[in-house]
Antibody, heavy 112, light 107 residues
């Protein structure tokens, strides 16, 4: 059974860093394209980043240069390293496998 | 970046109604469009991909159409479980974008 479990969210001060993890089971992360999508409280969905099976990565303009998507093939886990966090990064962050399977989300709150 | 505009933002309908949601792209995206359903506190659920292909397990009352810049999601006969927010998403470019969402409410 395909399962995605995000972790690593929490309360962080502006300017701080956080790393989100998405532990996968039931499939191989490196064989699929994997995405991060976020949703600010009461707002719509915002695509954040994608990593393809070949390793290519792409980012939304709003996070380019601050966020890094990566994966650990041995741990079968997807990551999102978030640096220089801003209040507007506050959101529930979802990981997704090929847009079909989604995790339950992890909340990131950027506030002093 | 490609902008996606959905209409309407909110839609009030009754069980059994035929419902249509429109999504317009700021430039041609061929058929690289997906539709999602999201309920409060839950992750999005993929309904339609490549503009008109029904995702496995999704009821046949959902259908998608369109190409280039104009797309529609149709629910042929609205069911109680369909009251939710719907999003379109383009994946024509490496920088993907979502529409702002359409909330389908009970009339």
């Amino acid at each position: 059974e395909v399962q995605l479990v995000e972790s690593g969210g929490g309360l962080i001060q502006p300017g701080g860093s956080l790393r989100l993890s998405c532990a996968a089971s039931g499939f191989t992360v490196s064989s699929n394209y994997m995405s991060w999508v976020r949703q600010a409280p009461g707002k719509g969905l915002e695509w954040v980043s994608v990593i393809y099976s070949g390793g290519s990565t792409y980012y939304a303009d709003s996070v380019k240069g601050r966020f890094t998507i990566s994966r650990d093939n041995y741990k079968n886990t997807l990551y999102l390293q978030m640096n220089s966090l801003r209040a507007e990064d506050t959101a529930v962050y979802y990981c997704a496998r090929e847009s079909v399977w989604w995790g339950q989300g992890t909340l990131v709150t950027v506030s002093s | 970046d490609i902008q996606m505009t959905q209409s309407p933002s909110t839609l009030s309908a009754s069980v059994g109604d035929r419902v249509t949601i429109t999504c317009r792209a700021s430039q041609s995206i061929s058929s690289w469009l997906a539709w999602y359903q999201q309920k409060p506190g839950k992750a999005p659920k993929l309904l339609i991909y490549k503009a008109s292909s029904l995702q496995s397990g999704v009821p046949s009352r959902f259908s998608g159409s369109g190409s280039e810049t104009e797309f529609t999601l149709t629910i042929s006969s609205l069911q109680p479980d369909d009251f939710a927010t719907y999003y379109c998403q383009q994946y024509n470019t490496y920088s993907q974008t979502f529409g702002q969402g359409t909330k389908v409410e009970i009339k």
